[in-house]
């Protein structure tokens, strides 16, 4: 159980157009999704944190414009990187904590989408 | 600032042998600490979770150890195969949730 899946494992695109990555919750109910990007040899770094049915909330530096994050129900939740550039370029990764679950509020990552922007 | 440390930054062994990794924290107020293994280009799995009231926990050939007084833990791999090849988080959680992730230990398991 608590399974986690995002769509597309990779993409590469040109620099100015948009990306859609998709998270999924498939066997569980996330009332919260989490947004994490990560450089080479670097850990993951919280980028915003969404909850069903409301805006994300974003952490410092992490511009909402670029980074458009809908959550719309409570299996699904999609982050948008809007006019793409070269920096732009990591590992996205997502989580997502089950409704109504243990005490550890544990998060359950997904196998995370390379971005590559050309 | 919450911080967690990991050491070593990455570390080479033979299969077979065992290896620890290290792990300093200073996340207050502390909630849990957990052990992931992510795989290149995969996302984190988590091995073990564990409270504040919480020693050891174990998960097959891996053992996670935790003194919440000195704000250390270790994680303890035994008889290491080629699969243990990857990058270790050690991530510790405030009561807000919030997760700090530490920058991770790269294990290479060699034949």
């Known amino acids: 159980g608590a399974v986690v899946s995002q769509h597309p494992s990779r993409v590469i695109c040109k620099s100015g157009t948009s990306v859609k990555i998709e998270c999924r919750s498939l066997?569980?109910?996330?009332?919260?999704m989490f947004w994490y990007r990560q450089f080479p040899k670097q850990s993951l770094m919280l980028m915003a944190t969404s909850n069903e049915g409301s805006k994300a909330t974003y952490e410092q530096g992490v511009e909402k414009d670029k980074f458009l994050i809908n959550h719309a129900s409570l299996t699904l939740s999609t982050l948008t990187v809007t006019s793409a550039h070269p920096e732009d370029s990591s590992f996205y990764i997502c989580?997502?904590?089950?409704?109504?679950?243990?005490?550890?509020?544990?998060?359950?990552f997904g196998p995370g989408t390379r971005l590559t922007v050309l | 600032k919450n911080q967690v440390e990991q050491s070593p930054q990455s570390l080479i062994i033979l299969e077979g042998k065992n290896c620890t990794l290290q792990c300093n924290y200073t996340v207050s107020p502390f909630s849990n600490l957990r052990w992931y293994k992510q795989d290149t280009g995969r996302g984190p799995v988590s091995l073990t979770i564990m409270t504040f009231s919480e020693n050891t926990k174990s998960n097959g050939r891996y053992t996670a150890t935790l003194d919440a007084d000195t704000k250390q833990s270790s994680l303890h791999i035994t008889a290491s195969q080629l699969s243990d090849s990857a990058s270790y988080i050690c991530v510790v959680s405030a009561y807000d949730y919030k997760l700090s992730f530490g920058a991770g230990t790269t294990v290479t398991v060699r034949a």
């Open positions: 989580s997502a904590s089950q409704a109504g679950g243990s005490s550890y509020n544990e998060q359950f």
């Open positions: 066997d569980f109910q996330a009332t919260t």
